[in-house]
């Protein structure tokens, strides 16, 4: 293989092929993992596939049952982990957080080369943080060529171990930083994919060249913005619908002067790679938009067992319906085996039905409290005030109590989802700071957000109550018109798909006098209705508390 | 089911705790948790990438090893029988050994069985006989308890954990099985607080707190980046190179914990501590407890002579940054909020 053109994806199997567990692996998108697969086999052999509902015990290893039964002693099952250094899992955004976490540490071993299969396309799923901070690469194209086993024989022998060139360490380190990279790590294995890079291309040293490429395969999918250090920070003056146009861009970027001239081979490298969305978001100023990727996800990941913790076993005669707690049934036959043996004979371990049990499982549905809160207008400001505080009283009772919150707020033409459901007061803090208020009142749409998170919500098994603050009086349609005819007759066709979803909500009137159309939006939605004039953030949150509490009984 | 993963694979030895570019302040409270244990553990939270786990096991490698009873499972101190188990209280003659002080993972998904203990299958099934199996906690006793992602950690398992750290004892009542074994750990917990709260029962139960940031220049970044690399190519070696690092951190330690003994806080200091609490209201005497403590540790640990408000400073935040009320209408964060009461109570 000497084509010097191969894509981005040929690389990054042959740097896996050639480092091993020892550089961490990949995630890969779910369309071209068929691919990747192929070519990944062809150069390092076949990997073992497993599925992203795998549990615990089958990373860890468990008590193998037909053995255990057959030999009369406990006989345990190795465990993937133990088994295996390299893992292709399918539909890695799946994966259990215990799981990911006993992932990521035997990432951090160097004992497992991982490779996760991804659905890239939607926003809210996405691999774990904790996994995919420690793979270098992400993968969303096809492996145009494959690495021999013999080209990857080569390229191991050929690895450096050498001190690498402290210049490229330094141009490296310099270029993550200016495009906003938050860990070092990343440098780490852009160090690493940098040797590889070398000894694939069948180099002593490692040339610039190697480090570019090394630098786009790991670096580039992580940058935040570019290297614009000025505007980072600044709230953008520009309307995001009229991103300045590239030129102006590269004016800008020439006159921040971010990096040293000679660490841009990199940065070149670098920005050839990054997604289109990247460069128009670091135009504009708004560098963020991967964090608040991540953390949406890391807030949107569901912990394990949640829907029903175990709080120990039961004796079951039948197990219709049941599953077998293994571990607890041999305990509870065990004691009973020198007599068992005696009157059976046979050294056979003998399990009766007295002897199985079956996991007690306590159901827990946990609650999402979605405030939709009417930002318009000349009040707006006092309601907002009002409904952020009652947002952080919420949450900053749902540690006891498990529950999240998330909040919608419409205002002028449209909808907002500015908190996804979430249990973290800091970033509810963070993402209530900057709330504005003022303009129309677009409640169709303002409905409509919040039916769609309280559908997500229901969706991944939690039970949702949606709280609308407002007067009831939608003055703009879902268009974005104004047009108060239309606004209602809208404003009513949302309400009814609560209504016949039957999701649990609450209509909190905060104007000064209780307005009939907020009373006859509430009937509408089947919805209790709360007229609050003057409601402080704890008066709101009393009844939301409330309603919480007994959704998550 | 308790089977090391890490089975046939060789174990590498893991990255210096000296070698850990930046991370003072993470450092320095691991440290003084193991000058004194009773300051009841560390809480490190931050953002991903900053090292917090690699940082905790380097410190389980430095940690200077401890005698213990030979062959008991909750490796008793043999000096000391009044914390030992049952067992080892009623033997007269004990044997005992040089250990490594016992730093224990509890990994998230770590069942219960795991974590308190369970029923012994093997002797269970081959000889018929009821032997507690001990768990983690177990293993953890007289040594430290890592709880990587800890606010993610399940409710069940928290309530474990809150009633050993208050009782000093694990006790396990099923499968008529009834065992008490003594289970002291200084807790170490570390996350994202992004991903969720922290019970504040839990919260309350470790001593010192930390704020975990990634440093943002290109220099530290540099030297981080050089060292790991260094590291990965040959981990023999560079653990060499930093042996000596490692001794001299080692010798200080024990020679911190022996002169915490005779360390006195003269009464202004365990006022100024006494007022910085009131006039932050935390609640409960933990806080205050904790300020004490560390400002010793700390004192002992740089062989001050005696404790000053100097020390006092210094502990404030790590102490009482966890402690302090939430209020939710006030955006001020504790950070500063202890900063502005240490002005006005020590005038420093």
Redesign the interface.
Known sequence: MTDPDITDATWVVGLLAVWGPKLGGVVVAQDVADDFNIALTKASGAIRTVSSSLNVEALTGTIDLAATLALGKPVLTAGLLAEHSRLWVRRAERLDTACASLMAQALDDHALMLVAVADLQGEEDSVAPKLSERMPFLVETLADQYWTSEDIALAKKALSHDDVDPKWVDQLCDVALSIGIASPRAVVQAVKAARGVAALKGLQTIDESSVALAGRLVLAHRAQHLPQPDQQEEPTQNPPEQPPETSDMTDAQKDAEPTPADADFILEAIKSALPEGLLQFAAGGLGQRGVSRNIKNAAQRKPGGLRGRRIGNKRASSLAGQRLDILATLRSAAPWQPLRRKLAGGMRMIVTRDDFRVARIKQRTEATAIFAVDASGSTAFQRLAEAKGAVETILAECYVRRDKVAMVAFRNRKAEVLLPPTRSLERAKRALAGLPGGGGTPLASGLDEAFELALQVRRSGGNPIVIVLTDGKGNVTRAGEGNKAKALEESQAAAKMFAAESFDALIIDVSPEPQKSAKFLANTMKATYLPMPRASATDIARPVRLALKAASA | ?H???????VK?PVFPFSAIAGQQDLKLCLILTAVDPLIGGLLAMG?????K??IVRAFAALLPPVRAVKGCPYHCDPASPQSACDNCRSSDVLKSETIQVPVV?L???????RVAG??D??R?????E?VFEPGLLAKANRGFLYI??VN?L???LVDLLLDVAASGENLFER??LSVRHPARFVLIGSG?????????QLLDRFGLSVDVK?P???AS??E???R???Y???PERFYDQWQDEEKKLRVRIVAGRTKLKEMVVPDEVQEAAATLCIALKTDGLRGQLTIIRAARALAAFEKKKTVTLAEVKRMALPSLRHRLR?N??D?TGSSVRIERAIQDVLGL
């Open positions: 089911m089977n090391n993963r890490a089975i046939g694979k590498r953002d991903r990438g900053t090292g786990s690699t993972d990994p998230l998904g770590a069942t219960e069985d369970a029923l299958l093997e269970a099934l081959s000889r018929g009821k990587d992602e993610l399940e409710d069940h499968e008529g994202n607080p992004e991903e969720g709260e922290l019970r504040p990634t943002q220049d290109v970044w540099v981080i980046v050089k790991r690399d260094s990965e190519r040959d939430r939710p209408m955006e």
